[in-house]
């Protein structure tokens, strides 16, 4: 099993993929900076989860996603995959494990450095908001790349859906309750039934979303004829 995993974040991220891992801390470095210039005020608990570590694990999301069904079409693979017994989906499988894996390391890097160097913050709550979000973009990018048939066109899609949203929050002025995205720190005047009520319909929705999206992409991935263009 090990093996396997290791072989598809190969395949996914390349000899260095663990480089990938470590990109999302990038984005606190600029944080930082800014925040020791004087151009950003304290962060503050709320802000952990999107701000500082949501958003960007996301957009790595979105990439490995984008690489797991689309990247073989561009590298000219994916009819092996075909050949392998048992079908291609286990394939996938292995791969999809193995991004979510990576996401997971990332996430737990990022994490730390948060709560040592910038904020503390409800460490369940806020980890699995922003792991929600960066699960719900990849398997976005894995379906959109499937479904144009192109790993660049997967992720113009999911780039589009992000603006999308960040369109949406900024008229709203505050992340809808449908959103993967969305924060329970940032509900006010609400008692904690309601809460709890609005988390509870935020957490299972997504999580349906996200088995929804996998099991129509696996089943449009199984078109061997449509997928290579026949």
Do not use: C
């Not at 398997?139 to 992000?162: D, I, K, Q």
């Not at 940032?186 to 809460?195: I, L, P, R």
Request: no cysteine; aromatic share 8%.
């Amino acid at each position: 099993m090990i093996t396997v995993l290791r072989n598809s974040a190969v395949l996914i991220g390349g000899r260095r993929y663990w480089l990938l891992l470590l990109s999302p801390l990038l984005w606190l470095a600029g944080q930082a900076v800014l925040l020791i210039a004087g151009r950003l005020p304290t962060f503050e608990p709320v802000s952990a989860q999107n701000t500082l570590i949501g958003v960007p694990v996301a957009i790595l999301g979105a990439f490995l996603g984008g690489r797991i069904i689309a990247g073989e079409l561009d590298q000219r693979t994916l009819e092996i995959a075909y050949t392998v017994p048992g079908g291609a989906s286990r394939v996938w499988l292995g791969k999809l494990a193995a991004a979510g894996l990576m996401l997971l390391v990332s996430l737990s890097l990022m994490a730390v450095f948060v709560f040592t160097f910038f904020t503390g913050f409800p460490v369940v709550q806020t980890l699995h908001g922003a792991a929600q979000a960066a699960a719900f973009y990849m398997v976005t990018a894995m379906g959109l790349g499937s479904l144009f048939r192109s790993e660049t066109a997967g992720a113009l899609g999911t780039t589009a859906l992000l603006g999308l949203e960040a369109f949406i929050v900024n008229r709203l002025g505050e992340v809808p309750n449908v959103s993967p995205f969305w924060n329970p720190l940032n509900v006010q005047e609400t008692d904690a039934a309601q809460v709890l009520a609005m988390a509870v319909q935020n957490r299972i929705g997504t999580a349906l979303a996200i088995a929804a999206i996998v099991a129509l992409t696996f089943t449009r991935a199984e078109r061997r004829e449509k997928m290579l263009g026949r």
